[in-house]
């Protein structure tokens, strides 16, 4: 049985640098030392840029320089991805390419000749085919997907006999996180390697694979203690150990498939209903599609500006902008932060308004947008709305995922 264990780790641009801090300490930095102690263990890693900057930044460079160690070791293997964490799927196919591009860049940057990355990250997991065609021009030779993607349903049976290829490009390879066991280390469900191999051999049988596909930020610092869990796994000798890429060396490409659009939050019932992303664009969500509004206004604005003497300046304000985080945490399904609504509007309207020679009526408009979202998000926090949609759709999530009221899966396995 062979495990693919993909981390992605990510703070949004600008983060404060005493949570950087906490996080570093909690999470990076064990993790690192985790894989330094065990060589046996691998590890696909997806640090987003932005994040890499920061680190620098903020004088973390022995992460950075560990991170080539293992590298150089062959323990990681670094993936690209978008540099600020945009929303990919729902952007212009113009800013996707820019995304991964500033990625590259600045990762190459950082990284040096280490960082050649095969595998392409879908932030938040989300697919769409336009994404998977742009990565596969630039290069790239597969992303991972949620088992949603595979059929449209939750905890699809995936036959990890064998790997995926995208349909009419056969060269590009899809693989599958497994939800469930995903899941189980995400939502705190296991604390115990011996207890989370059992799990997995319900699902996968000697001659399989799995891939386990979550926040690195998960090890530690969201789940205190659970990298504790992490070396055991580690430790362990019924489990061996590879890199995503390392899976081609193993098991045979033969399958040709057209995935669904879905990320790693959709429910069965919302891609059977069309809306693959809920949580970054609800239907109905009135400050979601604001903030959509906003957004490709701002990317129509600032791109008919290219002459502006301010458009470097601008430019480099709306990559930052186009994270996800300012979509997410306005759902209310069941997500919900004020403050990354308000940072979100605030960067598009600046965006704007940096620009000298943009009309007056969008600069306005621009700062129309911003009052209607943020005053709507305070609407919504001071009735009590927000609240109730989220707790409404932490039950929805539950029934949907066969929880009971504690979040308790009831859904042993997919055998």
């Known amino acids: 049985m062979k495990w693919a264990n993909f981390l992605h780790i990510y703070q949004p641009p600008d983060q404060k640098k005493d949570l950087i801090n906490e996080i570093v300490i909690q999470s990076y930095r064990p993790i690192i030392n985790i894989l330094k102690e065990n060589p046996r263990a691998k590890l696909t890693l997806n640090i987003a840029a932005c994040l890499s900057e920061q680190l620098l930044h903020y004088g973390y460079k022995d992460v950075i320089d560990n991170i080539k160690d293992l590298v150089q070791k062959k323990q990681i293997e670094l993936t690209e991805s978008s540099k600020f964490h945009a929303f990919l799927s729902l952007l212009p196919e113009s800013e996707i390419e820019r995304q991964i591009k500033l990625n590259h860049e600045s990762n190459k940057n950082i990284f040096g000749e280490l960082y050649k990355p095969r595998g392409f990250h879908l932030p938040e997991l989300a697919y769409h085919r336009k994404i998977a065609e742009i990565a596969a021009n630039l290069g790239y030779q597969w992303i991972i997907l949620n088992e949603t993607s595979f059929a449209g349903k939750l905890f699809s049976k995936i036959d990890t006999t064998q790997i995926y290829c995208l349909k009419n490009l056969p060269k590009f390879k899809l693989f599958f996180r497994s939800r469930r066991l995903s899941d189980l280390i995400q939502r705190g469900h296991v604390w115990l390697a011996d207890n989370f191999i059992k799990e997995a051999k319900k699902d996968i049988l000697e001659n399989e694979y799995f891939i386990t596909a979550i926040d690195g930020e998960t090890f530690g610092h969201h789940r205190p203690g659970l990298e504790k869990f992490l070396k055991n796994l580690y430790e362990s000798k019924e489990i061996e150990f590879t890199t995503v890429s390392e899976l081609e060396n193993f098991f045979p490409a033969t399958k040709e498939i057209e995935p669904v659009n879905s990320s790693w939050g959709s429910l069965e019932s919302e ?26 206004l701002t990317i129509d604005t600032i791109e008919k500006h290219k002459n502006d003497p301010d458009y470097e300046k601008a430019r480099e304000i709306l990559d930052k902008a186009l994270f996800s985080c300012q979509y997410w945490w306005a759902g209310a399904v069941p997500w919900w932060e004020v403050e990354y609504i308000e940072k979100g509007a605030y960067m598009l309207r600046h965006a704007i308004e940096s620009l000298s020679q943009a009309p007056a009526e969008i600069k306005e408009k621009a700062k129309s947008y911003y009052s209607d979202i943020v005053f709507t998000a305070f609407d919504w926090e001071r009735s009590g709305k927000a609240h109730e949609d989220s707790m409404a759709y932490t039950k929805k999530i539950r029934r949907e995922l066969g929880e009971d009221e504690k979040g308790v899966s009831a859904v042993h396995s997919k055998r």
């Open 271 to 296: 891609i059977a209903a069309g809306i693959p992303y809920t949580q970054w664009n609800y239907p109905g969500n009135i400050i979601h599609e604001k903030q959509w509004e906003f957004t490709y």
